[in-house]
């Protein structure tokens, strides 16, 4: 019997959805290799959330040995990385209070681009090759992205100083990947599970990946490039909370499916927060207390 070929060449997927498409052919035990196509988001080497995709993709090759690759809308999706709590973002100028967000023009997409709105802001959508060279012209006076270890990357710290945290948008961005759910379902248990533990598995190591290398990278950009990190304040903070309550909202009133999620998001937030609140939480604050971690 011939030895099974590893699939060398293959798409990679990456960023927010991945799309993976493919005949499965039967007996699946009996085939050498699973041909798949997978759409990539982010370019292919872009620090985890394009090397992550990559490391996915070996990852289940080698599981298996070079063989491969949600409901309502015919997709099968499950979680594939997380670049943890985002920065607030690059602004030009200090924001001590919500006013001066108005007629900000920030590049901040989605529903953070929603609540900025409703502080007065101007909303920009751009894509990340393009945020540079907009906030070099002045065209924008802020942006969000990622965090330090992928900010460094775009050189932003060029034209704007003040670096603020936490972000409010992206407090745990999940990277998803996407499958046909037919395709899915014609799979074995054993490729099902190979394929979720490839997922699983990268989840977590891109989460350990972005913890290792923010730190480093954000006391570079200070030490370097003399970027100046800022906190936004309760009065801003509060702002925002009351802003997102707005937005929420509306996205509640939109449909039965978006007032369903948020009400099953809300029940988890308040279960899983009570419980950080007494382990996590607690635990950094007197750990870095007792060592003098700041």
């Avoid at 920065?87 to 200090?94: I, N, S, T």
């Avoid at 108005?102 to 007065?120: Q, T, W």
């Avoid at 603020?164 to 379902?185: D, I, R």
Wanted: aromatic fraction near 10%.
């Amino acid at each position: 019997m011939k030895r099974r070929k590893f699939i060398k060449d293959v798409a990679v997927a990456g960023g927010a959805t991945a799309v993976a498409a493919s005949t499965f052919p039967a007996p699946a035990i009996a085939q050498s290799r699973i041909e798949i196509a997978m759409v990539a988001t982010w370019g292919r080497d872009f620090p985890g959330l394009g090397t992550g995709a990559q490391r996915f993709a070996k990852r289940l090759s080698d599981m298996t040995d070079g063989r491969k690759l949600a409901g309502s809308f015919g997709l099968k999706c499950m979680p594939c990385g997380n670049t943890g709590v985002q920065m607030g973002g690059w602004f030009r100028k200090e924001i001590n209070s919500p006013d001066d967000l108005k007629g900000l023009k920030m590049r901040i997409p989605g529903l953070g681009g929603d609540v900025m709105a409703k502080l007065g802001a101007s909303p920009v959508s751009l894509p990340g090759g393009q945020i540079y060279e907009n906030l070099i012209s002045g065209a924008i006076d802020a942006t969000e992205w990622v965090g330090p270890w992928n900010d460094s990357f775009y050189k932003f710290y060029e034209a704007a100083k003040y670096y603020y945290y936490p972000g409010m948008h992206e407090p745990a961005s999940m990277l998803a990947l996407g499958m046909n759910k037919s395709w899915w379902e014609g799979l074995s248990n054993s490729d099902q599970l190979l394929i979720k533990a490839a997922a699983h598995t990268e989840n977590d190591v891109m989460m350990s990946e972005y913890n290792a290398k923010n730190g480093s990278s954000l006391d570079k950009l200070i030490r370097e490039q003399g970027v100046k990190l800022k906190r936004f304040n309760d009065d801003v903070y509060d702002a925002f909370g009351e802003a997102s309550e707005e937005v929420f909202d509306e996205a509640r009133q939109h449909s039965n499916l978006a007032n369903r999620i948020h009400e099953s998001f809300a029940k988890a937030r308040k279960d899983v927060g009570r419980w950080m609140n007494i382990s996590d939480q607690e635990y950094l604050r007197q750990r870095n207390r007792v060592l003098g971690v700041s």
